[in-house]
C-alpha cells in the first residue's frame, strides 16, 4: 500500500476560504477533496498550504518554497479575495495571480485557478472587473478554471459564519464536491 510519502501531491493555495478558518483543520474543503478523489480511486496527497488573510503578493512571496517543498503535480491556486476586500488595484493582483500560474507551471505541476466574487462595496466596475480577472488569465495561460469558490453555498445564508463572509462546516463538503468536478480533467 502506497504511504502518504508515496503520492504524487495536489497542492491546495489559497487564503482563509481555503484554509478552513473559523473551523477545526479537518473540516476544510481541501480535507473533503482529498476524501472525494479517494473515494474515486485516484491516489493523491492533498496538501493544504492556504493562509489565513493571504493576498496575492504574499502569494507569490510563498509560492516558490512551497513548491520546492511539496513538489506538487497539481497546484489549485484560491487567491485574490484580500486583495479584493482591501480594494487594492486589481491589475497587480492579476499580475501576482498569472505569475503564480507560471511559477507552478514551470515547475511541473498542472495548474487549476479557482475564483471569487466580492460584495458590492467598492462599485460595480470593481466588482466585475475583479471577478473577470480570472477567467482573464485561465484563458492566457490556459488552464482550467473554477468561476467562482462560493457557488454550490452563496445563496444560503445560514451555511456562512458569523462574518458572512466564511463558510461553515456542512458547506465545505460541497464545495469540494464542485471542485472534485471541475479538477476531473487533470487527472
Keep these: 500500500m502506497a504511504t502518504a510519502a508515496d503520492k504524487p501531491v495536489l497542492?491546495?493555495?489559497?487564503?482563509?476560504?481555503?484554509?478552513?478558518?473559523?473551523?477545526?483543520a479537518d473540516q476544510a474543503w481541501p480535507v473533503h477533496l482529498g476524501k472525494l478523489l479517494a473515494?474515486?480511486?485516484k491516489t493523491v496527497q492533498v496538501v493544504n498550504a492556504s493562509v489565513s488573510g493571504e493576498t496575492t503578493a504574499g502569494g507569490l512571496t510563498r509560492l516558490p518554497a512551497a513548491l520546492q517543498q511539496h513538489k506538487p503535480r497539481w497546484v489549485l491556486i484560491e487567491l485574490g479575495p484580500n486583495d479584493g476586500l482591501r480594494g487594492l488595484p486589481l491589475d497587480k493582483a492579476k499580475a501576482?495571480?498569472?505569475?503564480?500560474?507560471?511559477?507552478?507551471?514551470?515547475?511541473?505541476?498542472?495548474?487549476?485557478?479557482?475564483?471569487?466574487?466580492?460584495?458590492?462595496?467598492?462599485?460595480?466596475?470593481?466588482?466585475?472587473?475583479?471577478?473577470?480577472?480570472?477567467?482573464?488569465?485561465?484563458?492566457?495561460?490556459?488552464?482550467?478554471?473554477?468561476?467562482?469558490?462560493?457557488?454550490?453555498?452563496?445563496?444560503?445564508?445560514?451555511?456562512?459564519?458569523?462574518?458572512?463572509?466564511?463558510?461553515?462546516?456542512?458547506?465545505?463538503?460541497?464545495?469540494?464536491?464542485?471542485i472534485a468536478k471541475d479538477i476531473a480533467g487533470l487527472f
Design 11 to 24: 497542492l491546495v493555495f489559497g487564503d482563509s476560504l481555503s484554509a478552513g478558518y473559523g473551523l477545526p
Design 96 to 178: 501576482n495571480l498569472q505569475a503564480m500560474v507560471q511559477l507552478a507551471r514551470r515547475s511541473g505541476a498542472q495548474v487549476h485557478l479557482i475564483g471569487m466574487q466580492l460584495p458590492p462595496n467598492f462599485g460595480p466596475d470593481y466588482t466585475k472587473r475583479f471577478a473577470a480577472m480570472y477567467g482573464e488569465i485561465a484563458k492566457a495561460e490556459r488552464v482550467s478554471l473554477t468561476p467562482f469558490l462560493l457557488a454550490p453555498v452563496i445563496s444560503k445564508p445560514e451555511w456562512f459564519q458569523n462574518d458572512q463572509q466564511h463558510p461553515t462546516a456542512p458547506a465545505e463538503p460541497l464545495i469540494a464536491a464542485m
Design 39 to 41: 473515494a474515486q480511486g
